[in-house]
């Protein structure tokens, strides 16, 4: 409780980030953190296995969490031993992003994960700059229905980089537009692939979701409900011994 006032203090005076804070901004992955659209990925990617006679598991998806649609359908087709042409690659992707939107379109304000909106808000009153770094090119429409593009600095989506998680570039393009050094930003992700980018970046890597998935996490929470941001400056600042 001391070491956590001590760092609190340290980085807060009066609701303003100190320009020497440790920690001065947050970037969220969205699927998987903020919504439970992982979820949706997952039905749809198994789909098209399915049609295309191919094992798709739960372990399987795992791997492809944070990767781009068109890595993503690499993968699927590496497990079944197929090779396609790039029209056809097209199509498959055309199809598995339309039964993804059919699974979201729908989607309310109400299905933002538990405890998301209220740390945001804490996190904004604090000072706290805030980016959204997703691979998803359906990000910017969700993030509108949801309610939540209000609440973030900067987007930076499937649709703004190159190179896929665990690539660093869409972190790196996030804490360049909030104007933070990677080293003062806290990433939040459920994949590997995103902590994986998180740490190749030089950020701070918090893992949400089960421990067992994201091991080489600095700190793995289970999800935002009843977190405090001294919780994970805590965590994050805690000297090693
Ligand atoms: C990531 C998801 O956020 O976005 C992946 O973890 C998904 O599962 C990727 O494939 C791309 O999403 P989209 O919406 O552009 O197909
Ligand atoms: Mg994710």
New binding site residues.
């Given amino acids: 409780m001391a070491w956590s006032h001590t760092i609190w203090n340290m980085c807060f005076q009066k609701s303003k980030v100190m320009s020497d804070a440790p920690i001065q901004a947050l970037i969220f ?4 953190v903020l919504l439970d ?2 979820h949706h ?2 039905v749809a ?1 198994q789909r098209l296995a399915e049609e295309l006679g191919i094992d798709f598991s739960v372990q399987d998806n795992e791997k ?6 068109v ?2 359908l690499e993968r699927i087709l590496t497990l079944g031993a197929l090779t396609l042409n790039n029209d056809k690659k097209l199509q498959l ?1 055309e199809r ?2 339309r039964w ?1 939107v059919e699974l979201i379109v729908d989607m309310q304000p109400e299905e933002v994960l538990p405890g998301v909106r209220a740390f945001l808000q804490t996190a904004r009153e604090a000072g706290l700059r805030i980016a959204l770094g ?6 910017g429409a969700i993030l509108t229905r949801c309610e939540l593009a209000p609440l973030f600095d900067a987007a930076i989506d ?1 649709n703004h980089v190159t190179h896929s998680k665990p690539d660093p570039e869409v972190f790196l393009k996030g804490a360049a537009a909030l104007n933070v050094d990677p080293s003062r930003c806290v990433v939040f992700e ?2 590997q692939a995103g902590i994986q980018a998180a740490l190749a970046g030089g950020f701070f890597a918090v893992g949400v979701g089960l421990p067992e998935n994201l091991p080489r996490a600095q700190f793995v929470i289970p999800g935002f409900e009843g977190l405090s941001l001294e919780t994970i400056f805590e965590a994050l600042t805690r000297p090693t011994t």
């Fill in positions: 992955d969205m699927d998987g659209t992982a990925h997952f990617w492809l969490k944070g990767l781009s649609r890595e993503s992707m598995k992003n993804y997703s691979s998803s090119r359906n990000a499937g459920d994949a």
